[in-house]
């Protein structure tokens, strides 16, 4: 048979062969390095450790984001999930009798249960009944925070089991947690069949379909996961602060949707990953971290995060063209 | 006209075109042919503006010129009508016409809509579509859409136009429509530039051939000069072994019904389909653009729900399954429509050959994927096809028009299906690779498949089906066996307003 049709064998040009995870990991590597001389304490053991365990709950959240955001959808209600699985968790382990394991076991069951029930209910609303999900999304996070706070009457929940308060207090503990969650998802999005049908979804739903992929149960498992994945990360974040909080995760939306973007994941879909979110979630930290340290304001420390997550996306951007990734202009 | 001195295009270090130099004359038609991705549409992007040269330069109407965008190459007058489909479904067909340069009331931001009306009837009545153009654009056919291209072309009054692959959705009757279409704009003094894999086409029309192979100029001439073997074989750069699709040897399939329709209907789109499609049978759909043919197929597979009727595939109803339970039950369903329907575009190669065959490769109850023998059943689909074998990790949307065809063809295959629905199949297909394509459809027959072939083009059904229905109106005219098998007696039954036994 003659030679395969053409693609003539040229030398290829200087192309770069990492992805968005290398060059965001990279910019954090040099960040650090600059900031450490100038910031007393960035670089002791004792506020890396501080910096491991904020960002894990933030790294859980941000992964459940990350597969929505491949699926080609955005999942805005993933904080106000945190909230209303913390205060609906404290209560049911307030309720139990005996405060001790078995509580903290029905708390968690709940939690979990609940946030993935929530995330498969807003799925549910995109694939069925065909809403956008920007509109669901958004309207199940007011409704949930809202919720939250009803529940609350805006109080806080106090006195939970020790045995729960363990699972987010303690740094080795969370970070087996964590370490299992994001490795399984990362490896399922490579090897499962779940995981390809689900980049398949992102790029093109309507070739998706008549390939034969269930479109709509995977859309709807992939805002499932978010849902799950914000209450393991209510579950640690409230283990933390011992209290069922109904404002947990208020200020880190912007954090978990940034971090998934700066790895690479594409808010028209298809695009993103496990590793590109984890390098994105460690440089969020690590700007915020050094920044109150400085001793900078809540509004200082936006405002200069703003700025470094568009440098970032402009030198991602940039990579993308260097290596042919964004060669637009077919016809 | 239009000169191109020593141009050159490379995408990451690869080059795709050139060094290229040839001239077109003012006033002249120029045919350029070459196998599936030898440059021909990467050449014209360059000169429509969608791609800048990485080296050498172009010049128009003896002054340089270098286009930013396709804006700057409309102004220039040069009109590209892309092998794809370019058009917006949401918008009506007026709208598309003019999205760029709405008639407005004066210099105001407002746009005159009685203007706009007039405007778009009169470019619809210059390219024969007899349709409102307040149309939405979704409602209309493959066929359809390439006229309002053809329309949005002229909507600049171009001195140039250029045509990449217009008639590869187009039936041979609206092929000739478009062909007197082009006569008259030769008459007009617009130059044109024609892109296509039917030779026979190119030779007629065109006054000069340029010839690419890998990108570089392998021919060229005044079109008399050349015959259809010569140009297959300086395409190729060698002598072609088969170039006329040769007939399906006589055989009897015998199978078992493999697909039986009985009175499927869905209002004003089918009416009152029967037939029966047997294991190991080639039976081809006949029909004028908007006949119903892709849309029974759609109906077939699952995406449309019939109004009235009855399916069963192998015995057993197939009422209500899902387009995922028909790939399961073994069936594959090639789209017409392969960027918006095949593909995924902007994944790679391997992972759209993968897609629908990849549950039969998940393994367990976590259902991994067998990498190693997915691997493995990927290489031989792609020999099938004639898909280059490091094309994997490429994203498709940088494969040329007729390699991305292959890829939604060896993506079915690879399901090994039992009854397989082909719509339009060989669509942008260079010569070459359409000879081996119809082989592998008679072996695919030969192996027991089930195959359901609509095509535009009638030697294509006349060579490889066993049988052939003919299509009109959403209703079947006539069931041809191969003995019948007669171009007139088909075209009759084809034609809207005429009716055969
Ligand atoms: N955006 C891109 N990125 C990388 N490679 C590209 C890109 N666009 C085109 N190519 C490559 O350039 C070559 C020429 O492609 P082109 O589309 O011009 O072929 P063609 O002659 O139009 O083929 P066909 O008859 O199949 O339409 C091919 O090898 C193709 O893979
Ligand atoms: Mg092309």
Not at chain 1, 18 to 47: K, Q
Not at chain 1, 171 to 193: D, K, Q, S, Y
Not at chain 2, 80 to 103: C, D, K, S, V
Not at chain 2, 122 to 140: F, I
Request: a positive charge; one cysteine or more; hydrophobic letters at 50%.
């Amino acid at each position: 048979m003659r030679r395969a049709t053409t693609m003539p064998v040229f030398a290829p040009g200087w192309r770069p062969r990492w992805g968005s995870e290398c060059l965001i990991l990279a910019a954090g590597g040099v960040y650090f390095l600059a900031a450490a001389p100038f910031i007393p304490g960035l670089a002791s053991w004792e506020n890396l450790g501080n910096l491991l365990s904020n960002l894990l709950p933030l790294l859980v959240i941000a992964v459940g984001q990350t597969l929505v955001l491949i699926a080609g959808g955005i999942d805005l209600s993933a904080t106000a999930i945190m909230a209303v699985t913390s205060v609906a968790g404290a209560m049911v382990m307030r309720g139990v009798p005996g405060h001790g394991p078995v509580a903290a076991l029905a708390g968690v069951g709940v939690m979990l249960g609940m946030g993935t029930a929530v995330g498969w209910g807003n799925g549910f609303a995109i694939t069925r009944l065909r809403l956008p999900a920007f509109m669901v999304t958004l309207t199940s996070m007011m409704f949930f925070s809202g919720l939250a706070l009803w529940l609350t009457q805006s109080q806080k929940i106090n006195g939970l089991p020790a045995a729960f308060n363990a699972l987010g207090g303690n740094l080795a503990v969370e970070l087996i947690l964590t370490t299992a969650v994001v490795g399984l998802t990362a490896w399922g999005l490579g090897r499962l069949l779940a995981g390809r049908w689900l980049y398949a979804v992102g790029h093109n739903p309507r070739a998706a379909l008549i390939s034969g992929v269930p479109v709509g149960p995977v859309v709807m498992a992939a805002y499932a996961f978010s849902g799950g994945a914000a209450a393991l990360g209510a579950v640690l974040l409230t283990g933390r602060g011992e209290t069922g909080d109904p404002v947990l995760g208020r200020y880190l939306m912007l954090d978990v949707i940034g971090a998934a973007v700066l790895g690479g994941a594409s808010f028209f879909g298809g695009r993103g990953g496990v590793g590109g979110t984890a390098a994105g979630v460690l440089f969020i930290k690590l700007v915020d971290n050094s920044l109150s340290l400085q001793g900078c304001s809540h509004f200082t420390i936006m405002m200069v995060k703003g700025g470094l997550i568009l440098a970032a996306a402009l030198a991602d951007g940039g990579r993308r063209r260097l290596a042919g990734e964004d060669q637009g202009g077919r016809a | 006209m239009i000169e191109f001195q020593g141009i050159e295009k490379r995408f990451a270090g690869v080059r795709a075109v050139g060094p290229v130099s040839f001239d077109l004359p003012p006033g002249a038609t120029l045919g350029l042919v070459g196998e599936n991705g030898a440059g021909k549409s990467t050449l014209m992007n360059l000169l429509g503006g969608n791609l800048q040269p990485d080296a050498g330069s172009m010049r128009l109407a003896e002054r340089p010129y270098a286009p930013h965008g396709p804006a700057e190459a409309m102004r220039c007058g040069i009109a590209f009508i892309h092998q794809e489909l370019n058009l917006f479904g949401n918008l009506t067909i007026a709208e598309n016409l003019f999205l760029t340069r709405f008639p407005r009331w004066w210099r105001s931001p407002f746009i005159y809509r009685t203007g706009l009306r007039a405007e778009a009837g009169k470019l619809l009545a210059q390219v024969g579509l007899e349709l409102d153009p307040h149309t939405p654009m979704d409602r209309l056919a493959v066929g359809e859409c390439q006229l309002v291209e053809i329309a949005k072309a002229l909507a600049g009054d171009p001195r140039l136009i250029i045509f990449d692959e217009p008639t590869s959705s187009l039936s041979t009757r609206e092929a000739e429509r478009l062909f007197a279409l082009m006569a008259g704009f030769r008459r007009q003094g617009r130059s044109l530039i024609y892109i296509s894999h039917a030779l026979g086409d190119v030779l007629r029309l065109c006054d000069d051939l340029v010839i690419l192979r890998d990108g570089l100029v392998a021919g060229r001439g005044p079109a008399r000069d050349f015959t259809i073997p010569r140009l297959i074989s300086l395409m190729a750069g060698r002598v072609p072994e088969a170039t006329a699709p040769a007939p399906t040897p006589p055989r009897e399939p015998a199978g078992a019904v493999a697909l039986a329709v009985r009175g499927v209907s869905r209002p004003g789109v089918v009416r009152d389909i029967s037939f029966e499609l047997r294991r190991g049978e080639i039976l081809g759909i006949a029909g004028m653009m908007g006949a119903g043919r892709s849309e029974l197929a759609r109906i077939l597979f699952g995406l449309d729900a019939p109004a009235a009727g009855e399916l069963r595939l192998h015995g057993r109803p197939l009422q209500g399954a899902t387009v995922r339970e028909r790939v399961r039950r073994g069936m594959a369903f090639v789209t017409e429509d392969r960027r918006g329907e095949g593909l995924c575009l902007e994944a790679s190669v391997a992972d759209n050959l993968a897609l629908a065959a990849l549950p039969a490769f998940a393994r367990g109850r976590a259902r991994r994927i067998d990498r190693p023998g997915l691997q493995a059943a990927l290489t031989p689909v792609k020999a099938a096809v004639r898909l280059t074998a490091d094309a994997d990790g490429r994203a498709v949307k940088t494969l040329s028009g007729g390699n991305q065809q292959k890829v939604v063809l060896a993506k079915w295959l690879l399901t090994k299906p039992g009854v397989i629905i082909l719509d339009e199949p060989t669509r942008g297909i260079d010569v070459g690779a359409k000879c081996e394509i119809h082989e592998l459809i008679r072996a695919l027959a030969a192996a027991g498949t089930a195959v359901l072939l609509i095509s535009s083009e009638l030697e294509e059904l006349t060579a490889l089906c066993d049988r052939l229905l003919v299509l009109n109106r959403g209703e079947i005219t006539a069931t041809l066996a191969r003995a019948e098998f007669d171009q007139a007696r088909i075209l009759a039954a084809a034609l809207p307003g005429e009716r055969s036994a």
